[in-house]
């Protein structure tokens, strides 16, 4: 394998829930670097630490491209643009949150608070102290000038490190997910797709008169086409590079399953609302990080639900769960 076809990673610090995130440097025929970090003091001295450490400087990037425009994997990217001539690459599906992350994160958390989080049952004080720790996410970024940023299909091809990858859709973690395959190589830059433990199923804003796409079931599927692919090497968005992905995505299958069959147990115990399911499942969270837990119990029911499962019953404003064999 060639020296400059391997990416280098540079672990980057992200906050005390998810440890650190990382960021890939290409470094010839021109350096490129995969993802960014979120902004902070300690993740920018970290990142130009590790870039002096190929005997480079933000200043020397030709390029940046992001994987999906969450805050850990881009949030830098305006600093980096500030600093250098470097272009700023994501898919087109990702293009509005990269220009104007802020907006779209208001419409998000309008989302969460006003539609869906209480007919999930959560009360005030749990809303509030998710809601006010996702806020603070909007400072972990700059916007990115437009006219820096160059937009791919997904389904294309990239070159870094002087290969061809070809760029995947995996929505799940994320809807607008991108991963990079070299099948040469047998390479594979996972994002958060792929993780050595399984990442959470985002719930997202639909976009407007439409329904919300089911994450979970998405992710499941998206594991589905990566199981598929010869990979010698996984570098994650999250933790060490692995060998045994299919192993991995073998362990996360069997977790959700197992998870997903004691939500089932715990409505058939009278544990009706997504509130409940979540204290029981996922209590000993932290209340501000608490919606890590909750974007779980979401997919757990709505694969429930797809399976013929459960049953959903809106009860004074609030949606209510119970086996189809219930009665109820």
């Known amino acids: 394998m060639k020296r400059e076809a391997t990416p280098i990673r540079i672990e980057l610090p992200f906050n005390d829930a998810a440890g650190s995130v990382n960021a890939y440097l290409f470094t010839e025929p021109e350096p490129v670097l995969v993802d960014t970090g979120l902004k902070s003091e300690a993740s920018w001295t970290m990142l130009q630490a590790g870039l002096a450490a190929a005997s480079l400087s933000v200043a020397d990037l030709a390029r940046v491209v992001i994987t999906h425009p969450h805050v850990d994997h881009f949030g830098q990217a305006g600093m980096i643009a500030a600093y250098g001539d470097a272009e700023i690459w994501i898919a087109d599906l990702g293009l509005s949150w990269l220009l104007d992350f802020r907006a779209q994160w208001d419409e998000r958390l309008d989302y969460y608070r006003d539609t869906l989080m209480r007919p999930l049952g959560l009360a005030e004080e749990t809303i509030s102290a998710i809601t006010g720790y996702m806020s603070q996410l909007e400072q972990a970024c700059d916007p990115v000038p437009a006219e820096r940023v160059v937009t791919f299909p997904v389904e294309s091809t990239l070159t870094l490190g002087g290969l061809s990858w070809q760029v995947m859709h995996t929505p799940g973690h994320a809807s607008m997910q991108t991963c990079f395959y070299q099948p040469e190589t047998r390479q594979f830059l996972s ?70 069959t004691e939500c089932l147990q715990l409505i058939g115990a009278g544990y009706h609302t997504a509130a409940d399911l979540l204290d029981k499942m996922y209590g000993a969270y932290p209340m501000q990080y608490r919606f890590v837990g909750l974007w779980m119990i979401v997919g757990y029911l709505d694969l429930l639900k797809a399976n013929g499962l459960v049953k959903e019953r809106m009860i004074d404003g609030v949606w209510r769960y119970y086996p189809v064999n219930s009665g109820r």
């Open 191 to 260: 994002a958060d797709m792929l993780l050595p433990k399984a990442p959470t199923p985002m719930v997202e804003r639909p976009a407007d008169g439409a329904r919300r796409e089911p994450s979970l079931p998405q992710f499941l599927h998206s594991l589905d086409l990566v199981e598929a692919l010869d990979i010698e090497v996984v570098y994650p968005g999250h933790g060490e590079p692995f060998s045994d992905h299919r192993q991995v995505i073998q362990r996360q299958r069997q977790r959700i399953e197992t998870r997903t």
